[in-house]
């Protein structure tokens, strides 16, 4: 594997700072999903599941980059809808508990438009330059002759 690929791997999966695009956070939830299904046979329930979360914020940190939002708005993306599946069921009114876990449901789906399709800022913002379009960054460019000069 080339360099400025290991580079580009170890930043998108251990590094909070910089940005990712939604292409990239998409490929990160997919990895994600794969490991869930491995880690826990291989380092058991307890240690997969706190490396899954690891994984899983410094994704959406890094999507929330670049969106120009900061981490903070993780609290609104997770508390919320798990708030609303703990409370639905303390509430005896069924017209309440419909209520609470819409509201829950719709902060959910926002969330998931907000990181997994909508784009970023377009150029660099206060969190990093702009990630592009690709998936995978491409090559470093060699130093030419007429570069040099």
């Not at 299904?37 to 291989?42: C, D, E, G, M, Q």
């Not at 069924?94 to 998931?112: D, E, F, N, W």
Request: aromatic share 8%; charged share 15%.
């Amino acid at each position: 594997m080339p360099p400025h690929m290991r580079r580009f791997l170890a930043e998108l999966v251990f590094g909070l700072t910089g940005r990712i695009n939604p292409v990239q956070y998409r490929l990160l939830v997919v990895v994600t999903l794969v490991l869930g299904a491995v880690l826990p046979k291989i380092l058991g329930p307890v240690v997969a599941d706190a490396t899954l979360v690891c994984l899983t914020f410094v994704a959406m940190t890094k999507r929330l980059h670049d969106r120009d939002k900061s981490a903070w708005w993780l609290l609104w993306y997770w508390l919320v809808p798990v708030l609303a599946l703990v409370l639905r069921k303390e509430i005896v009114q069924p017209q309440l508990s419909l209520t609470v876990t819409l509201i829950g449901l719709a902060v959910a789906m926002l969330g998931l438009a907000d990181l997994g399709f909508l784009p970023g800022t377009n150029g660099p913002n206060g969190y990093g330059p702009d990630p592009g379009k690709h998936c995978f960054p491409s090559a470093p460019e060699e130093p030419t002759s007429e570069n040099a000069a």
